[in-house]
């Protein structure tokens, strides 16, 4: 009996090895050969790369996003663990696979002890976590990064819902360890991705209602000690994650996103050609595009479920004995894809021809689900705005119910559902050689990107200073390149992260279009870089954000499978060759200026001040040179040369016969020499929009270096005022803050539909003894 038990004991184990090897080779996340990804990983890795340059606890990233402190959204458990090896000296690539298989180990922890709770012996138990962490949810949505773990940690989080659920008789010690286990996780949850972590709610949410519904005997320590625990937990989790990342949430998405990206059930039901090698083996599989189908790869190359779906269905079906946690399983997998087909149902929907975009009219599908009010309304489900991820709540329903069923089967017929396994692990596995090819390319670039791109930078870039990437843009390059450098970029990545830094920049930076670079950024830069603002500007010439997923551009990108370079092909995703070419005049116009200095390197142009213009003296010459063509008084509508040069932030564009301001506006003078010594007062034309008896408008003028010097009015009426400001004697160029606190649109004034806020129309500007 000894060695029966012996032999069983090794058996398990070298199934539960075989089982982990495959589930970090199929997910990519094997340390110092393959990465999972680039594009993700970089922007991870630029957080763990952050951490491990600040303190041990460190959770903020300080390089970029600059100056607001950046946190995580999603990922953060992910991230902190990376920043350990980095700290011993380990490269990016491999601290990411490192972290990566350490999270996806747990996972498949997770999913072994849910199916040894739903009844099954240790080796099904085995086989059934392999699957799960086979999924092409899981692996798929390894360029996801974080995604992908929190989706493979679901079997984790609900297996600790149901051992809450267990705990009400245990002894005290024993349960306050499950509710410190359960407390944990559910952090952990929230900060590694908030889908999985809404599924986590859903799921724990159906046990406890089957389990009250159909237990006597313990409702009422159900509702006495799970309730409350559940509550702690997820509330706990909650307001732990909205203070670190400092709001409760962003602007919703538009219902035509959440149909753009939810589930069509044609995708479910078969597979994208060119992804699995047995379903390309057969024949049963579609070629998918971003120009034929609505949202992008990640919709119809994570969701097929068909043969999970199938064995879970046939297995409740064939069930005699339904316990009640066979009923909430299916309750759970039915929720899922309900949520997972969004506000409409599709069925192999394909955009109308001409059409361009990813997102979908309500028109365009078959008939609404009736979910809109749910995405619309409800918190947490509101900010789910790829609803086909909802998916993974129906796989686990599925795979829930193979594992009871195998179960409740006799010995003889394990090795039935042993054969069972394998063959759902085969009907999900990928192209083992062209994915592994993939991943060990991505592990490549990492070292590449490092060789092309951060070691010219460091060698002409100082540690510490401030770096400003034109054109800005979703700037995952910022986020890697920025603590590898020891400098503070404001660019981030992530159009949340943007979102929340940009609020933060000085005026100057705010002034730059998100994804435009042109002639019309020379004086942008020359001005940001004379007012301190910034010490560098980089001048990429490459993707900032597609380049961070196929280093340099799919062209040029070498060892990836056909598969994965489709996915990546995009009209804007150019070559640094195209970039330089398009940049080419707009860099030629920076040279040409007698302020700056232009270094062009193959994949990047560095801009900065001119040595003699560098200090703080040699700033303000320059400021006094670029202004002497000022001469007064300025007619601030006709001399549009004049005005450009004077007016900074919040000014609209010049009209026939109004210079209009925003709420605050800012604007730069040069001072008379004769003012200089002696003092003077500028003197401000304008009128004030709307201003009336019933609604006087009052308008604040004041030096921004000096905000004591100030000067204000109030107008009752739209004709034309002025007000003076008090020049001090000394004063060479002085910048001057306009405020008008009750500055509105006439949309909201119901005068027209013009939504622009305005608040004065300059006139014309004078100097005055």
């Not at 601290?95 to 080796?123: D, I, K, N, Q």
């Not at 089967?409 to 394990?414: I, K, L």
């Not at 100057?508 to 020379?522: C, E, I, K, P, S």
Request: glycine share 8%.
């Amino acid at each position: 009996m000894r060695n029966v038990i012996a032999r069983h004991a090794i058996a398990v184990t070298v199934l539960s090895i075989a089982g982990l090897l495959w589930t970090l080779f199929v997910n990519g996340a094997v340390p110092f050969i393959a990465t999972p990804t680039l594009g993700q990983a970089a922007s991870m890795m630029g957080y763990a790369q952050a951490f491990a340059n600040q303190h041990w606890y460190s959770v903020y990233g300080h390089a970029f996003g600059y100056p607001v402190p950046a946190a995580l959204a999603t990922g953060l458990p992910l991230a902190w663990a990376a920043a350990w090896p980095i700290r011993f000296g380990t490269g990016a690539a491999d601290a990411y696979s490192l972290a990566v298989a350490l999270w996806l180990t747990v996972g498949y922890a997770g999913a072994y002890r849910l199916t040894r709770m739903l009844g099954a012996r240790e080796c099904i138990a085995v086989l059934s976590a392999t699957v799960w962490m086979s999924l092409p949810m899981v692996w798929a949505h390894q360029g996801y990064s974080s995604l992908g773990l929190g989706l493979g940690m679901l079997p984790l989080y609900v297996s600790s819902s149901l051992a809450i659920l267990d705990a009400g008789a245990l002894p005290l010690l024993a349960r306050s360890r499950r509710v410190a286990w359960f407390i944990a996780l559910c952090t952990v949850a929230i900060f590694m991705d908030g889908y999985s972590f809404m599924m986590f709610v859903t799921a724990a949410s159906v046990l406890f209602v089957f389990r009250t519904m159909t237990n006597d005997g313990s409702r009422a320590r159900l509702v006495g000690f799970a309730a409350p625990v559940y509550a702690a937990g997820f509330i706990a989790a909650f307001l732990v994650y909205t203070r670190y990342v400092g709001r409760t949430g962003f602007e919703p998405s538009p219902l035509d996103f959440f149909r753009g990206w939810s589930l069509d059930l044609a995708f479910a039901a078969m597979p994208t050609s060119g992804e699995f090698w047995l379903w390309d083996l057969l024949g049963w599989a579609r070629a998918r595009s971003e120009a034929l189908y609505f949202g992008d790869a990640s919709v119809w190359t994570t969701t097929f479920a068909l043969p999970l779906a199938a064995a879970g269905l046939y297995c409740m079906i064939s069930m005699r004995a339904r316990p009640p946690r066979t009923w909430a399983m299916l309750a759970i997998a039915l929720f899922g894809l309900y949520m997972a087909l969004g506000p409409t149902i599709k069925i192999d929907s394909v955009k109308p021809d001409g059409m361009a975009g990813p997102l979908m009219s309500a028109h365009q599908g078959l008939m609404p689900t009736g979910s809109a009010i749910l995405s619309e309304h409800v918190p947490g489900l509101k900010s789910m705005r790829a609803p086909y991820r909802w998916e993974a709540l129906f796989l686990l329903g599925m795979w829930g119910l193979v594992a009871m069923k195998a179960a409740s089967s006799t010995c003889p017929r394990a090795w039935q559902w042993g054969a069972l396994y394998l063959l759902l692990i085969a009907m999900g596995a990928p192209h083992p050689l062209a994915l592994w090819g993939d991943y060990k390319a991505f592990h490549r670039d990492f070292s590449t990107i490092d060789r092309d791109v951060v070691l010219p930078l460091a060698a002409r870039v100082a540690p510490g200073s401030r770096v400003f990437f034109v054109p800005y843009t979703n700037d995952v390059m910022a986020n890697y390149l920025s603590p590898k450098l020891r400098v503070v970029s404001y660019n981030i990545g992530g159009d949340k992260q943007i979102e929340i830094a940009r609020g933060a920049w000085p005026t100057g930076l705010r002034q730059f279009d998100m994804n435009r670079f042109d002639a019309t950024d020379v004086p942008r830069i020359r001005s940001a870089l004379l007012e301190g603002d910034v010490d560098v500007v980089i001048v990429p010439y490459f993707n900032s954000l597609w380049a961070a997923h196929m280093w340099p551009c799919v062209a040029e990108a070498r060892g990836f499978s056909k598969f994965t370079l489709d996915i990546y092909r995009r009209a804007d995703f150019l070559c640094p060759d195209q970039i330089r070419a398009k940049d080419a005049a707009t860099v030629a116009a920076l040279s040409g200026d007698e302020f700056l200095d232009v270094d062009s390197q193959p994949l990047f142009a560095l801009i900065t001040l001119k040595r003699k213009y560098s200090d703080a003296a040699g700033r303000e010459r320059a400021r006094l040179r670029i202004l002497s063509d000022v001469t007064f008084p300025i007619d601030i509508v006709r001399d549009e040369k004049a005005a450009g040069l004077v007016l900074g932030e919040g000014w609209y564009p010049p009209e026939p016969f109004n210079r209009w301001s925003q709420a605050k506006s800012v604007l730069t003078l040069p001072v008379p020499p004769s003012c200089v010594e002696n003092g003077c007062k500028a003197v401000f034309r304008f009128a004030a929009f709307s201003a009336s008896a019933p609604r006087p408008v009052t308008v604040l003028l004041s030096m921004a270096n000096r905000p004591a010097v100030a000067s204000s009015a109030t107008m009752v009426d739209e004709g034309e005022h002025e007000l003076a400001l008090v020049i001090p004697k000394g004063e060479r160029v002085v910048t001057v803050n306009v405020a008008v606190p009750a500055a509105t649109s006439p949309s909201a004034l119901g005068v027209s539909v013009d939504a622009r806020v305005l608040g004065i129309s300059l006139k014309r500007i004078d100097f005055q003894p």
